[in-house]
Nanobody, 116 residues
């Protein structure tokens, strides 16, 4: 069984920065990608950033040039550095682990609130 634990959320003024971290534990093998999604109140969950095992990254257009995803494969962690935060970035952020041939695993979520 795989578990994902996020940390690093909080309240920050517009223009500020936050760094989210996600630690994976358990039977971790066959990783295809790790990433971050977010869900704002009344909205669907959306992809923020993904990092595939070969090194390819995907970013939502709304966060390109502001957010950076990185992974420490030795520690099974993935981080999201968020700079120049905007009020519209306010959401619950979820860590995601995608393994080949297995269901996607989600973390419990961490709240990010950006004040205007």
């Amino acid at each position: 069984q795989v578990q994902l634990v996020e940390s690093g959320g909080g309240l920050v003024p517009a223009g500020g920065s936050l760094r989210l971290s996600c630690a994976a534990s358990g039977s971790i093998f066959g990783i295809n990608a790790m990433g971050w999604y977010r869900q704002a109140p009344g909205k669907q969950r959306e992809m923020v950033a993904r990092l595939f095992i070969g090194g390819t990254t995907n970013y939502a257009d709304s966060v390109k040039d502001r957010f950076t995803i990185s992974r420490d494969s030795a520690k099974n962690t993935v981080a999201l550095q968020m700079n120049s935060l905007k009020p519209e970035d306010t959401a619950v952020y979820f860590c995601m682990l995608d393994r080949i041939g297995r269901s996607v695993v989600w973390g419990q979520g961490t709240q990010v609130t950006v004040s205007s």
